[in-house]
C-alpha cells in the first residue's frame, strides 16, 4: 500500500447525515488493502460503502445487485479491466457515476471520455478530495455528473 494514512487517523465530520443524504458507493480496486482502506475513508465520511470488489466481472455484478450512486474503480483489474467494466455499467445504466481511480503515473492520459467515466483520479485519493466528491453528490442527488468539477 502507498502511503495510505491509518484508518482512525481520519477526522469526524460532525452529525452523522439522514439516510437520505448518505451516498451510495461501490469500491472496484484488485489492490485489496487500497480497496478496504479506501472503504473506511467513505465510511468516515459518513457515507455507505455498498460493496468492495477486486475485478471488473464483479463489478458489474455489484453494480447490478446494490444501483450504488458512485463507483470509484480501478484502470487495471483482472477479470475484466476498469475501462471494459465502466463501459458494460454505463451501457446498462447510462446515469452511472463512475470515477476511475489510478496509480498510473500517467493517469491524466487516461482520457476518460472514451469510456463515459466521469473523472481519473490519482491514487492515493486525499480524504479532503474524497469527502467533497462524496457531499457534492449527496447535495446533487443520485445520478449526479456535476462530481465532474471537484474530482477534475
Known amino acids: 500500500m502507498r502511503?495510505?494514512?491509518?484508518?482512525?487517523n481520519f477526522p469526524t465530520l460532525g452529525t452523522k447525515p439522514s439516510a437520505s443524504m448518505?451516498?451510495?458507493v461501490l469500491?472496484?480496486?484488485d489492490e485489496r488493502d487500497f480497496a478496504l482502506m479506501l472503504a473506511e475513508m467513505v465510511r468516515a465520511a459518513r457515507h455507505e460503502v455498498v460493496d468492495?470488489?477486486?475485478s471488473g466481472l464483479d463489478a458489474i455484478r455489484s453494480y447490478r445487485r446494490h444501483k450504488p450512486q458512485i463507483v470509484f474503480m480501478d484502470f487495471a483489474m483482472a477479470k475484466l479491466n476498469g475501462l471494459t467494466a465502466c463501459r458494460n455499467i454505463l451501457s446498462d445504466d447510462p446515469t452511472g457515476c463512475i470515477l476511475f481511480l489510478?496509480?498510473?503515473?500517467?493517469h491524466r492520459d487516461l482520457a476518460p471520455q472514451s469510456s463515459g467515466a466521469l473523472a481519473?483520479?490519482?491514487k492515493?485519493?486525499?480524504?479532503t478530495m474524497l469527502v467533497q466528491i462524496l457531499n457534492e453528490a449527496a447535495s446533487q442527488g443520485s445520478?449526479?455528473?456535476?462530481?465532474t468539477a471537484c474530482a477534475s
Open 52 to 54: 468492495v470488489v477486486h
Open 3 to 8: 502511503n495510505a494514512p491509518e484508518a482512525n
Open 120 to 122: 481519473v483520479l490519482q
Open 124 to 127: 492515493p485519493i486525499g480524504f
Open 22 to 24: 448518505g451516498v451510495r
Open 27 to 29: 469500491i472496484a480496486d
Open 102 to 106: 489510478s496509480g498510473l503515473s500517467e
Open 143 to 147: 445520478g449526479s455528473q456535476t462530481v
